[in-house]
Nanobody
Framework: QVQLVESGGGLVQPGGSLTLSCAAS????????MGWFRQAPGKERELVTA????????YDADSVKGRFAMSRDNAKNTVYLSMNSLKPDDPAVYYC?????????????????WGQGTQVTVSS
């Protein structure tokens, strides 16, 4: 059974940093691209970052470009989201997800497996 488990969320002040982790099990990890999504109250889910199966290629949404960075460790079946310079509009539930390796990384409609999410709150 495929399971994705996020961790690392919490409360941080504006301008602060957090690193999220997502541990995957029940799948051949290197067969999948991985993505981080977020959803804030009253807003639609959006793709934040994505990374290819090998980790050689990444995609960043314009809203987080230069502030967030995604990485993966295939030996540990884990992906990470490093978040810096957090803004008041960044708070959301952040989800990691897995999709087959096909198409451009910015295509956000192919994700098959989802974690339960971890809350990120930005407040002074």
């Amino acid at each position: 059974q495929v399971q994705l488990v996020e961790s690392g969320g919490g409360l941080v002040q504006p301008g602060g940093s957090l690193t999220l982790s997502c541990a995957a099990s029940g799948l051949t990890f290197s067969d999948y691209r991985m993505g981080w999504f977020r959803q804030a109250p009253g807003k639609e889910r959006e793709l934040v970052t994505a990374i290819s199966w090998s980790g050689r290629t990444t995609y960043d949404a314009d809203s987080v470009k230069g502030r967030f960075a995604m990485s993966r460790d295939n030996a540990k079946n884990t992906v990470y989201l490093s978040m810096n310079s957090l803004k008041p509009d960044d708070p959301a539930v952040y989800y990691c997800a897995a999709a087959p390796n096909s198409g451009a990384l910015y295509y956000d409609r192919v994700y098959k497996y989802w974690g339960q999410g971890t809350q990120v709150t930005v407040s002074s």
